[in-house]
């Protein structure tokens, strides 16, 4: 081999070690995260970084490739932070870690996982609000982040989720008005709003979801919102909200 060849050779294969060094495995991910975990029932024991492959671990499900396409660990008995670096596992479907103990706010850099359908963490502790990057997630099809101390606005971005089948953001601290641009989710057959501190009016015109839709149950119950809508369309089954206040 020429000499040249060689060097470039060499210089590829260096290239290649860096990229890999600098590159956290998926295994070294959630590694990290169990560290940031209190794991009182021992459920994490499996995650072990000496095994390189995290597709053995308990609670952790691959595809063929082995990526890591699923986290099972509702009511696990865990707490702590959610890890911002969980996002890097690129094919991660579902997240179910509801029933947990789980606390901080949820990383905004979930929005950068293209491929996750369902994200799981209610009845948590997590607070602060509800990050706007989630409204890029457009495979996203369940969205249950209810039973938290979630603050601030829904995002007017979760009407980009046009996959959305049950958006469930009850029983948090959640403000503001409700996004009018949720009438865009056509998909959308459970939204339960219900038990937060949202103002404004039901936008009417945003929820044709409930004749042209599939839109089943819509429950803005125990909020700060004013009046009433009266119509529902013949397909909703169920539209619960704040009685009306005149006297
Ligand atoms: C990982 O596995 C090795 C070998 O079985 C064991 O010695 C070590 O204690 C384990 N580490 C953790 C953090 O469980
Ligand atoms: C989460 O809970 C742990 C343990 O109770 C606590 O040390 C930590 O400060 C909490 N973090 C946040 C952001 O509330
Ligand atoms: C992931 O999300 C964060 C915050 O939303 C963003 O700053 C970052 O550029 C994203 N990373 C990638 C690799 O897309
Ligand atoms: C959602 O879609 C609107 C246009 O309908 C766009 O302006 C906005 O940037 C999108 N937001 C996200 C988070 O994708
Ligand atoms: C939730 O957060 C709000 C606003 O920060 C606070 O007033 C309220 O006490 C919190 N509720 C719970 C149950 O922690
Ligand atoms: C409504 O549900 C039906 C039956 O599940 C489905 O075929 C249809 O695509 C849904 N409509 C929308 C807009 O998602």
């Not at 099972?72 to 179910?96: F, T």
Request: hydrophobic residues 40%; negative net charge; glycine residues 8%.
């Amino acid at each position: 081999m020429a000499p040249q060849f060689a060097a470039a050779g060499f210089l590829t294969g260096l290239l290649a070690l860096a990229t890999f060094a600098s590159c956290n495995t998926e295994g070294d991910i959630l590694y990290k995260q169990r560290l940031a975990w209190e794991d009182p029932n021992n459920v994490l024991q499996s995650w072990n970084s000496t095994l390189a492959n995290p597709c053995t671990w308990f609670h952790v499900t691959c595809n063929n490739n082995n990526f890591v396409i699923r986290v099972d660990l509702g009511n696990a008995g865990i707490s702590g932070p959610l890890l911002p670096d969980l996002a890097e596992i690129q094919n991660l479907q579902y997240i179910e870690l509801y029933g947990n103990g789980l606390n901080g706010s949820i990383p905004e850099t979930l929005g950068n996982l293209t491929n996750l359908i369902s994200l799981d963490l209610w009845d948590n502790l997590l607070t602060g609000e509800i990050p706007t990057t989630l409204g890029s997630v457009s495979t996203l099809r369940y969205l249950r982040l209810y039973q938290n101390n979630l603050t601030g606005p829904i995002p007017s971005s979760f009407g980009n989720l046009t996959s959305l089948l049950e958006s469930k953001l009850q029983e948090n601290s959640l403000s503001g008005a409700i996004p009018a641009s949720l009438g865009n989710i056509k998909a959308l057959q459970f939204s339960r709003l219900n038990d937060n501190m949202l103002t404004g009016t039901v936008p009417s015109k945003s929820f044709p979801l409930s004749t042209f839709g599939n839109l089943t149950e819509l429950n803005t119950d125990r909020n700060n919102l004013d009046g009433t809508r009266t119509s529902s369309g013949l397909r909703v089954t169920a539209i619960i909200q704040d009685a009306l206040k005149t006297a």
